[in-house]
C-alpha cells in the first residue's frame, strides 16, 4: 500500500466576499520532501497557508492532515493534529516580554508534563540547532532579524514536529543571511527527516530548498513540478519561450523577474487589477459612457 501524504488537498475552495480566493486547490505533499508555494502578489500563498493549518476553514473541498480531514475534527482533535506541526511566521512573531529561551520553551509548558530541568534540555538543544543558544537570555528586541526567524525556528521546533511550515522565512533579510536561513532548512529536513512546506517569493531561495515547487496564478494552482522541471523552463532562451504555451511562458516571466511578458500583459490591460479584484474593466478604466457592471 502506498504510503498517505502527510498532507493532501482536494478540491480546496476558499471564498471572502463572494470572491474565490482560493479556486479548485489539489495537491499532495510526500513525507519527508519539502514542498515550495509561490506566487505573486494575491495569488492566494498566503490564504491556502492558513487554510491548510486550520486558520481558515475551507468552503468547499477536504484538507487532509496525516489522514484526517480537518473540517471533521473537534477543537481537540484540531489541537492533537496541530502539535504534530510546527510554523515559522514571517515576522518570527516572538513574544518582547519573554527571553528567546521562554519563548522555545512556551510550547513544551503548555501541551507536555515535562520536568522544568527537561524542558531546559530541550531548549538548549532546540537554540544549539539553529546556532542561537548563546543568545538565549536575550530579548527579542535585543537581536537581529535573521536570529529572530532562527528564535522562532527553534519554537517551531520545540515538540518535534513532522511538518513545518514557513511563511516567507526569507522575507526582510540580507542576501548572506538568507543564505543563513535556507541552508538551515536544508539542514533540518535532512537530518530530521520532516515534511516541509515553505510559502516564498524569492527565487533564490525557492530554488536551494525545494524538492517539489507548485505556483499560484488568481487562486488556482496551475502546476505542481520538480524543482529541476522549474529550472529547465526558467534557463529556457527567449527564441524557445516564444512558442511555449502561456501558462508556461507566465511561469517562466514569473521564476526570472522579466519586466516583460503575460503577467504585465495582463497589468497593462487592466486585466490583471480586474481579476485580482473580481470586477468589471468599466469600473477601473474611464468609460464615461459605459454604465459599470460587476461580474
Known sequence: MPETPPISLRGVVKKFGGRAVLDGIDFDVNAGETMVIMGGSGSG?????RTIIGSFAPDEGSVSLFGQDVRTLDADGLNEVRKRFGILFQSGALFNSMTIAQNVALPLQEHTDLDAN?????????LEMVGLLEAADRYPSEISGGMKKRAGLARALALDPEILFYDEPSAGLDPVTSAQIDQLIVNLSRQLGVTSVVVTHEMDSAFTIADRMCMLDKGRMIIVETRDWFDALRKTPESAALAMPERDRLIRQFLRGDPEGPITARKQTGLY??????????????????EPTRR
Open 45 to 49: 500563498k498566503s490564504t491556502l497557508l
Open 273 to 290: 487589477e480586474r481579476q485580482l479584484l473580481g470586477v468589471d474593466a468599466a469600473i477601473l478604466l474611464p468609460t464615461p459612457s459605459l
Open 118 to 126: 527537561i524542558i531546559d534540555i530541550q531548549v538548549k538543544i532546540k
